[in-house]
């Protein structure tokens, strides 16, 4: 009955809910159509590691999940979003196991049950933005290491994935500075598999996340990009670090706000008043960390890892709920081992708290899927895809097509564009900035010109169109939240 519930919830009006496409789901999709389709990305790079996108990077390992979907079922949401919501059912079935590994079938089924319900998890399993994969790969790579006390060869199969998380978020390298030397040391400390597969473990490790660790080296020390094997390792605009991690002590506030209020402004990762998590699980989590690190004092020492080292992380990142996705597989964790030890004490807690997260949860549907899309939609960008479709259609020859100030990403999609007409075509704002944006490319003009040309089109959002005086417009129709115009 749970997993019944647990993809309803995230099946339900899959593909327009969320309606539209976000600017970063765009680019990504576009870059993998694109290097299937023709060997190169928008800045003419082959199977990137670490994707250039608008300058200062775009991981790229959900790139590559999404492909195969791509090439079997087109370019649209449901082949880019399906993947995510593949790996967010599957991560249901590895947050069980290892909680049954380490605690046993009645608190993994209660875990199984918090994270079925869990906002945090429903959205993303929704939407493909890149940089969830990471925990959905973190998450069954300590569930491997895990068991590897039995059955040592999955060691090196944790070892893998953890490098192949770092693909879906490359902040998770931070995380691996704290991660990785304490489960060397749990490794070989406590001797928990033979030293030759703690040893391949640890080399596989490397191996697989060294292309993007020279990535972030070559970028740091103004090396050039190189290609090998068939892969490009590319140079950036700048990295994106200098905007995103910062040591300073306002990041402890907002990180305890967001704690408290489990919301950071951002419609599209957590919907007020129900937050990432629901707001009454925080003092399951400060009880389940007591419950972890003093009950279970010698166990569980993978999730003790990972929870320690996703905190030092989110204290030196702005806070943004995708920003800091690594630590909600450990919050929830914890809120499960919370509930289960007072349920220990007083056997009445379990179904109360049940009780409590099924009417919370329904609330949460009722908002979800009645209001989301409305209150949502500006950042989806909703059916601005159909707008261009339309614009290109009628378009004179040579005439101009402006797109206002709609992320050029969208534009690239929507026309399915070969990268090589944008790679001649383009003309940068700035070349240099961390987020790059085109004045134009192909056909196309970012911004809003004073007035039309004859034949020229604009593609505006209802607001930006009330410039256009009637004696400049012939036709307008309109797309969702935005408005064609034709002179």
């Known amino acids: 009955m749970i997993l019944f519930f647990a993809i309803l919830l995230r099946s339900w009006n899959f593909g327009t809910l969320p309606d539209g496409l976000h600017q970063d789901e765009a680019m990504l999709a576009y870059n993998a159509w694109a290097d299937i389709e023709y060997g ?29 979907f791509i090439k079997m079922f087109g370019l649209n949401i449901v082949s880019i979003r399906l993947p995510m919501l593949m790996l967010g059912i599957i991560s249901l079935f590895f947050f069980y196991l290892l909680l049954k590994h380490f605690f046993g079938t009645g608190v993994a089924l209660l875990g199984f049950f918090i994270l079925a319900f869990n906002p945090w998890h429903i959205m993303i399993s929704r939407w493909a933005l890149e940089c969830n994969l990471a ?27 953890l490098g192949l998380s770092s693909y879906g978020y490359v902040t998770v390298l931070m995380l691996f500075v704290i991660f990785i030397p304490l489960m060397v040391w749990h490794v070989f400390y ?16 490397v191996l697989v996340s060294a292309p993007l660790a ?40 907002h990180f305890g706000e967001f704690m408290l209020a489990g919301y950071e402004g951002h419609i599209y990762n957590a919907i007020p008043p129900f937050g990432a998590l629901y707001p009454f699980m925080l003092a399951f989590i400060v ?30 990142i702005s806070i943004n709920i995708n920003r800091i996705n690594m630590i909600f597989f450990p919050l929830i964790f914890l809120a499960t081992l919370g509930v289960a030890e007072i349920h220990r004490k007083a056997k009445f807690v379990i179904p109360v708290f049940a009780i409590l997260v099924i009417a919370t949860t329904i609330g949460f549907a009722k908002v979800y899927f009645t209001e ?37 990403s969208l534009v690239l999609y929507a ?23 085109p004045i134009r490319f192909d056909r ?44």
């Not at 959905?136 to 070892?159: E, Q, R």
């Not at 406590?190 to 490790?205: D, Q």
Request: aromatic fraction near 20%.
């Open 40 to 68: 190169m990305d928008m800045n003419g790079d082959h199977n990137p590691v670490y994707s250039v996108a608008w300058g200062s990077g775009q991981n790229a390992g959900y790139n590559y999940v999404i492909r195969p």
């Open 372 to 408: 989301f899309n409305d209150r949502s939609r500006w950042a989806y960008h909703w059916q601005f895809d159909k707008a261009v479709e339309y614009a290109v259609q009628n378009v004179p020859p040579n005439a101009t097509i402006y797109f206002g100030h709609v992320p050029y």
């Open 444 to 487: 196309f003009a970012t911004g809003i010109p004073h007035y039309l040309q004859t034949g020229d089109i604009g593609i505006f959002t209802e607001h930006d169109s009330k410039q256009f005086h009637n004696n400049q417009v012939k036709k307008v129709t309109k797309f969702g939240n935005y408005v064609v115009i034709e002179n």
């Open 415 to 437: 026309t399915k564009m070969p990268p090589q007409i944008f790679l001649n075509t383009r003309v940068w704002v700035n070349p240099n900035w961390e987020f790059r944006h």
């Open 287 to 316: 009880f389940g960390i007591y419950v972890l690190f003093v009950k279970y004092r010698n166990e569980a020492f993978e999730m003790k890892f990972w929870f320690i080292s996703a905190v030092i992380m989110a204290l030196v």
């Open 135 to 161: 925990p959905l790969l973190f998450l069954p790579a300590v569930y491997f290491t895990a068991i590897s006390p039995k059955k040592p060869a999955f060691f090196i199969l944790g070892m893998f994935l």
């Open 214 to 253: 020279m990535c972030i080296f070559i970028n740091t020390f103004d090396f050039p990009a190189f290609n090998f094997l068939n892969i490009t390792v590319p140079r950036m605009t700048v990295l994106r670090s200098a905007s995103t991690v910062s040591f300073n002590i306002d990041n402890f506030k």
């Open 190 to 205: 406590h001797k928990i598999i033979p030293a030759k597969y703690a040893i391949f473990g640890f080399l596989t490790f």
